[in-house]
């Protein structure tokens, strides 16, 4: 089992930045692929960005491309979702998840979820 924790979230102005984070306790997390999700009220849970277990691939949904960038630390457990130039329209909450497959833009191909984290934009 593999427990994920983001933080980070919180509420910013349109054009700010924020940074969140995704940790796990667990030794095996270098191995495993990671993706952020978001999820707004009333919509569905849409991908946002993925990274390869050793940084190589990443992948990103158009509509952050150019303003979001997820990297990781194997040697902390952690990954990072740096977002920059945000816009009332990135309110969500936003999930980590872990993978032993290569990430994907398919939720189903995750293993381990987190509880996630709010993110809300004003404008």
């Known amino acids: 089992q593999m427990q994920l924790v983001e933080s980070g979230g919180g509420l910013v102005q349109a054009g700010g930045s924020l940074r969140l984070s995704c940790a796990t306790s667990s030794s095996a997390f270098s191995i495993y692929g990671i993706g952020w999700f978001r999820q707004a009220p009333g919509k569905a849970r849409e991908f946002v960005a993925s990274?390869?277990?050793?940084?190589?691939?990443?992948d990103y949904t158009d509509s952050v491309q150019g303003r979001f960038t997820i990297s990781r630390d194997n040697a902390a457990n952690a990954a990072y979702l740096q977002m920059n130039s945000l816009k009332p329209e990135d309110t969500a909450v936003y999930y980590c998840a872990a993978t032993e497959r290569d990430p994907g833009r398919q939720g189903s191909l995750y293993d381990y979820w987190g509880q996630g984290t709010q993110v809300t934009v004003s404008s």
């Open positions: 990274i390869s277990w050793g940084s190589a691939i990443k």
